[in-house]
């Protein structure tokens, strides 16, 4: 049957609704406390460090996001283990919970496809973790400011703008991910489950299964000679890069660390006429990481778009 109107009726009001249940729940509440409480402590050891390097280092806020004091890693290793999880919890019953709760026949029901209620999910779980992100960002700003006592410059806050778009990329792909397995599994537990395991296997067993293809596929590899090793190293490397893990990991080193000048093994040979030590400006950090971006984004388009078939093609009336 042709569909009358615009496929996105309705898309708004989804959005919205979402975004205030997210919002308000007491699982978002948990999982932006412990984020809070686990980012503030690696700031505020981060700061302690480096209180002594104001008149030294021209990055000194970079440095305050990456560096690490035992036993707290640093805050960006909070966020690569909280942002999943996070994105996780939105989406595992974003579809399922509707079924299980009978409503989401007398949802279509109303003037709005299915369309706009998918995305207007999307939507809504990303929107609510770009609030949370964004206001946890101000608020370690404002902390760094109050401890070392010297504004970030504009440089700074350039990387630090493009390291919470592309940390927004990451928790798009896991918050796509919930959200396709909420379409497949009628049982919200399974759901989530099943995105827990894949986030899993890419954290823990993804980077052992790298090397041991890199060495399957390169049998013949000399060990005593360099090119061969070379080989090995950039294989596993081009394995390593199929997993959302490794694209943030590799975007957020080249974008908050000026220094970074390659993101994979080079030769002695390579370094000639380079100037070591000299930052690169924002611009050329991001044409060094934009693949790495790209493949984020499409990544999450693609997760999103396999949930989009899966959800058109199933039977909703009660």
Do not use: C
């Not at 006592?149 to 630090?160: A, D, M, T």
């Not at 006429?273 to 934009?290: F, R």
């Amino acid at each position: 049957m042709r569909r009358e109107g615009s496929p996105w009726t309705g898309l708004w009001a989804v959005f919205f609704k979402e975004m205030a249940d997210h919002l308000s729940g007491l699982r978002m509440r948990i999982l932006e406390g412990l984020i809070l409480l686990s980012a503030l402590a690696a700031v505020y050891t981060g700061s302690q460090a480096l209180r002594q390097t104001v008149g030294e280092d021209p990055y000194l806020y970079l440095k305050l996001l990456t560096t690490a004091q035992d036993p707290l890693p640093s805050f960006v290793g909070f966020l690569s283990f909280f942002v999943p999880l996070a994105a996780i919890a939105l989406a595992f019953d974003a579809v399922n919970g509707e079924y299980a709760r009978g409503t989401l026949s007398r949802v279509l029901s109303q003037p709005i496809y299915r369309d706009a209620l998918l995305f207007g999910k999307f939507l809504a779980g990303l929107g609510t973790l770009a609030v949370v992100l964004l206001a946890l960002l101000l608020l370690v700003l404002g902390l760094g400011v109050f401890t070392l006592g010297v504004p970030p410059g504009g440089e700074e806050v350039g990387r630090i703008l493009f390291f919470f778009l592309a940390t927004l990329a990451y928790a798009g792909v896991w918050l796509a991910l919930g959200l396709l397995f909420s379409v497949l599994f009628r049982q919200p537990a399974t759901a989530a489950l099943a995105a827990i395991g894949v986030w899993l296997f890419f954290a823990v067993f993804f980077p052992i299964l790298t090397d041991l293809a890199a060495s399957a596929f390169l049998l013949q590899a000399d060990p005593f000679d360099p090119e061969s090793q070379l080989r090995q190293a950039n294989l596993a490397l081009w394995f390593s890069r199929l997993s959302p893990n490794t694209l943030f990991a590799e975007a957020l080193t080249a974008i908050l660390n000026p220094a970074v000048r390659s993101l994979g093994p080079i030769l002695i040979t390579q370094l000639e006429g380079a100037v070591l030590g000299t930052p690169l400006p924002l611009g050329q950090s991001l044409l060094l990481v934009w693949p790495q971006l790209t493949g984020l984004f499409a990544l999450a388009v693609l997760l999103f778009t396999l949930a989009y078939v899966a959800f058109q093609r199933q039977e909703v009336r009660a």
